[in-house]
């Protein structure tokens, strides 16, 4: 959600904070580097690599779009470094996500970043603003008053992040210098990384995180992640 009283100079500084925090992290990795998108969208994700980095290989998966819909924002000379799936995230196990980078013939060691955007539907502060029937109450909790279709959407929600979450973990014990980025955090989603963020190998970074992916697609509508 947009911060009306936020200056955008403000946020501009925000964002190369969160980029040089991320530069500070050196991990050489010689060879192709295997990029994993999970609930992938548009592949905001998959165009900042294919279009900064060569040797940047990517697996889409997005349980809702086509292929066609997923890649529509990416150049067609870049689709062959793309393998996209249509699957359910939660039918993936950290060892299955590891086993993904042989879909490019290449070994898990090649495995070098996974960015999770969860669906935010349910978590949205904006939903705070309307009427009873809304998915949460203000302490991120399901809200009983809520019809059934909502709070069963909620709880869906809630299983999903955790489940998916631990396995991300699962996979950072064993994959020791992978980068694992979950977009949104900003909300009630936030509530939930808080055991996660006493990790001190997890940090909450506030960026514009469609800006430093793609300016073109970006708008004030999409600015706190």
């Known amino acids: 959600m947009p911060n009306p009283g936020k200056d955008p100079g403000e946020t501009t500084i925000q964002t190369q904070k969160a980029i040089d925090t991320i530069k500070k992290i050196k991990r050489y990795r010689p060879g192709p580097k295997v990029i994993i998108d999970l609930c992938c969208g548009n592949c905001s994700v998959a165009q900042y690599y294919l279009e900064h980095d060569p040797q940047a290989l990517i697996i889409a998966i997005d349980k809702y779009l086509t292929k066609e819909e997923a890649l529509y924002f990416i150049p067609r000379h870049m689709h062959h470094r793309i393998r996209f799936i249509q699957d359910d995230i939660r039918n993936y196990t950290a060892e299955k996500l590891k086993g993904l980078t042989k879909l490019w013939g290449l070994e898990e060691k090649h ?14 502060m904006a939903s705070e603003l309307k009427t009873e029937n809304r998915y949460r109450n203000r302490d991120g909790s399901v809200n009983e008053k809520a019809n059934e279709h909502k709070q069963a959407k909620a709880l869906k929600h809630d299983n999903i992040f955790r489940n998916t979450l631990e396995q991300l973990k699962m996979l950072q014990k064993t994959v020791k210098d992978i980068l694992i980025t979950v977009e949104n955090p900003v909300g009630h989603l936030a509530k939930l990384m808080q055991q996660t963020l006493e990790d001190k190998n997890w940090q909450l970074l506030e960026t514009d995180y469609c800006i430093v992916a793609d300016k073109r697609i970006d708008t004030d509508m999409w600015t706190k992640k």
């Open 111 to 124: 495995l070098y970043h996974i960015h999770w955007s969860p669906d935010c539907s349910t978590y949205s």
